[in-house]
């Protein structure tokens, strides 16, 4: 078994996954290797592999490095070992459907984190996690237009699902997950359903470079922040509609006073903001009328 891997800058590191998926639609490793870098993996076969030239041009000019690494024939077992479930206090636990529960921990969300994803580890979906469970419980404002059946809950860039069914589990129903890749959105339906929430959350397909976010009174955004940035300039044209709380991630530490202010812009001001190493997470609530 052959990894391969290709770093590249992290500014343009959404970019240049969008473009392996392309060559390796069966599944790409993400791992943060430093504060400006980030390695997408593939493995297999040598015969089943992308071809490096193919790799180079996919990653542009934001390559940093490609390597090629022999694994271990108990590679799978070492995977497992990597994903450790998540816990936040007495709130609540993530894990993979191989660990045990956790005694006392609140709600158990069992998250598969597949071959392309992980399982809400990351600092980042941790910032998120706890920010949504400070929220109180779910208002639907008038001024948000939301229509009957429409979603609560955004997901944008759900991944495995983690952020968007712990909404649902806290009772943010329904919940919209949204994803360029469609393993992503495999994921999600999967992992709702194992949850329990499989009527409540629906994903599909979407690329917010192409199309504007749909309207929901909540919306989830754990992306790098030059997606976010589409985003709010989305609801600066008018041509998506001002969600009534956004709790961002995906923001290195430095990148969050300009994201928060881009978002100000806007009408959606800082309410909270958590720090985990190098990393940031945002709330962000609109002025309510009155």
């Given at each position: ?26 599944g790409?490793e ?5 504060p ?5 993996a ?10 490096l ?14 390597s090629?690494?022999?694994?271990a ?8 070992q990597?994903?450790?479930p998540?816990?936040l206090?007495d709130r ?10 956790l005694?006392g ?7 598969d984190?597949g071959?392309?994803?992980g399982t ?6 941790r910032?998120?996690l706890?920010l ?6 779910p ?17 944008l ?12 589990r ?5 919940v919209?997950?949204?994803d ?8 999600t ?14 994903a599909?397909c ?5 199309a504007?976010?749909?309207a ?9 922040a ?9 609801l ?17 530490e430095?990148?969050?006073?300009p ?9 959606l ?5 958590r ?15 009155g």
């Open positions: 078994m052959i990894r391969l891997a290709i770093r590249v800058r992290r500014a343009q590191a959404e970019l240049v996954l969008a473009e392996l998926i392309e060559l390796a639609p069966d790409v993400e791992v943060d290797v430093d400006e870098t980030v390695e997408y593939v493995y297999g076969p040598p015969g089943e592999l992308p071809s030239p193919d790799l180079e041009v996919a990653a542009g000019g934001a390559l940093v490095q490609v090629t690494s022999e694994v024939d108990d590679w799978a077992e070492r995977w497992r990597f994903h450790r998540l816990v206090g609540l636990v993530v894990r993979p459907p191989w660990a045990p529960a005694p921990g609140g709600f158990d969300l069992v998250i984190p071959r392309a994803f809400g580890a990351h600092a980042t979906t910032l998120c706890e949504l469970l400070d929220l109180q419980r208002v639907v404002f008038e001024t948000t237009g939301i229509g009957v059946g429409s979603a609560a809950v955004i997901d860039g759900c991944g495995s699902g983690v952020l968007g069914i712990a909404a649902a806290l009772g943010w129903t329904p919209l997950g949204l360029f890749d469609p393993l992503a959105v495999e994921a339906v999967e992992n709702a359903r194992v949850n329990g929430v499989g009527e409540a959350v629906s599909r979407f690329d917010l470079r192409s504007p976010v749909p929901a009174p909540l919306v989830l955004a754990n992306l790098l030059g997606l976010l940035l589409i985003w709010c300039s989305q600066a044209s008018g041509i998506a509609e001002r969600p009534e709380r956004v709790i961002a991630s995906g923001l290195l430095r990148e969050a006073d994201i928060a202010d881009a978002f100000a812009g806007v009408g001001r800082e309410r909270d903001r720090v985990g190493g190098d990393w940031a997470a945002l709330l962000l609530s609109a002025e309510l009328p």
